[in-house]
């Protein structure tokens, strides 16, 4: 993305209270991505293999009904495609495939822990490049949220580090960090419904290409597994991995970003971590400790500090 479009006037409150909901109501869409593809893993299915299912079949299903009931949204003017190919490679695809290698070769709660390091990497292109000057209570309230994170991840769990993962981690977070900003941009000029159809149908040409359909053992969705109290088909859970933290959370994030800033979306999605901790208890038996109870309220602490200092910031 090299061209900078027009920063759109600070949203009113009421407008703000909009986007806070609907980037909490993204963030804990997303939350669920953890839960309902774990088990297609326990199956047998690669990370990748999911990826390209979850984001192929949101693709497809977001080009089906968008053409169906909104043609006009998926009409693309010629300047428009470089931002839409950074949307597809960076927001869609490039978060997942980096922070999938970055799991594979350092320990989850680092790999989390760099991911969810975009909102000081937002903060800080705020800064330098759009020369916004940001209050000291906004770095304190991120520096505050990035402490919590570090406790719900339980960082300090595992000691080997990879030079491989550690970047891919970076990558994972310089992509979301790319999903927030170029998202906030490209909502001045497209719905957020086309947007997303064609930032999912782009990153599903490019993770697709990594681990083509022709790959997958598709006789595993067939299996049942186990899943809170029940023991639901892997398609099932799959069906619902398209719908839930990918269809639905992606079009609630980017229509948040027609209400609030991407600095202060980034940190309100950060309640992510905390959300997926929970469903990961609930319905995985995944335990939680007692600092990751405590790393949760500081996470929100900090995102609330966020929130309401950043009242006029674009």
Known sequence: MTTELPVTAAPGEDHRGRGILLVLLAAVFFSTSGSLGKPAMVAGMTPEQV???????????????????????????????????????????????????????????????????????????????????????????????????????????????????????LGAAVCSAGYFLIGERAVARRDPLGLVTWGMVIGAVIVGALAPPWTVHWSLAARSVPFGPWTPPVWLLLAALVLAPTVISYLLGISALRHLPASVASVLGLVEPVATAAFAWALLGESLAWPQAFGALLLLAGAYVVQRKSAGIT
Do not use: C, H, K, N
């Not at 927001?91 to 290698?101: D, E, K, R, S």
């Open 51 to 169: 990826a390209a299912i979850r984001i192929g079949g949101a693709g497809l299903l977001l080009a089906a009904g968008t053409a169906i009931l909104a043609p006009r949204s998926l009409r693309v003017r010629r300047g428009e495609w470089p931002m839409l190919l950074a949307y597809g490679l960076l927001g869609v695809a490039g978060t997942q495939l980096m922070y999938f290698i970055a799991t594979d070769r350092i320990p989850v709660g680092i790999a989390i822990l760099l991911e969810f390091m975009s909102p000081v990497l937002i903060a800080l292109w705020v800064r330098v490049v759009r020369r916004t000057r940001l209050p000291g209570a906004l770095w304190g309230g991120i520096a505050l949220a990035m402490a919590g994170l570090a406790l719900v991840a339980q960082v300090w769990q595992g000691a080997v580090l990879d030079a491989l993962g550690l970047l891919a981690g």
